[in-house]
C-alpha cells in the first residue's frame, strides 16, 4: 500500500508561484510513476506532470510545460509540483497519485493510488 499527502495549495494571484508537495509513504519501487492531476469544477480530472520514482524521467502536459517543473527528493521521500507564472485556468483542485507499474501514463485509470487533493486558486 502507498499513502499520499499533498500539500501547498492556497489563494494566489496571476503571475505567482506555488509549490505543491506530496508526502509518500509505503512500500515504493523504482519504477513507480509519480502523477499529478488536476481537477476544475465541471471538469474532468487531467494529468499534469509525472516522475518516475527511479530515474527521475518527466512527462508533461503540453500546455504547462516550463513553468511547472516535478520533481522528487529521496531523503524527505517527496514529490514536488513547482508551478509559476500561474493563471486564472490553472484554478483546480490538484492531486497526487502512484503508478505502481513502470510505463508512463497520462490516464486517470492508470493510476493506483491517490492522496485527497489540495486546493489551488488563481485569482486575475
Known amino acids: 500500500q502507498v499513502q499520499l499527502v499533498e500539500s501547498g495549495g492556497g489563494l494566489v494571484q496571476a503571475g505567482d508561484s506555488l509549490r505543491l508537495s506530496c508526502a509518500v509513504s509505503?512500500?515504493?519501487?523504482?519504477?513507480?510513476?509519480l502523477g499529478w492531476f488536476r481537477q476544475a469544477p465541471g471538469k474532468e480530472r487531467e494529468f499534469v506532470a509525472s516522475i518516475r520514482w527511479g530515474d527521475g524521467n518527466t512527462y508533461y502536459l503540453d500546455s504547462v510545460k516550463g513553468p511547472f517543473t516535478v520533481s522528487r527528493d529521496y531523503a524527505e521521500n517527496t514529490v514536488s509540483l513547482q508551478m509559476n507564472s500561474l493563471r486564472p485556468e490553472d484554478t483546480a483542485k490538484y492531486y497526487c497519485?502512484?503508478?505502481?507499474?513502470?510505463?508512463?501514463?497520462?490516464?486517470?485509470?492508470?493510476?493506483?493510488?491517490w492522496g485527497q487533493g489540495t486546493q489551488v486558486t488563481v485569482s486575475s
Open positions: 497519485a502512484a503508478r505502481a507499474n513502470f510505463g508512463a501514463a497520462r490516464n486517470v485509470a492508470e493510476y493506483d493510488y
Open positions: 509505503g512500500r515504493i519501487f523504482s519504477y513507480y510513476v
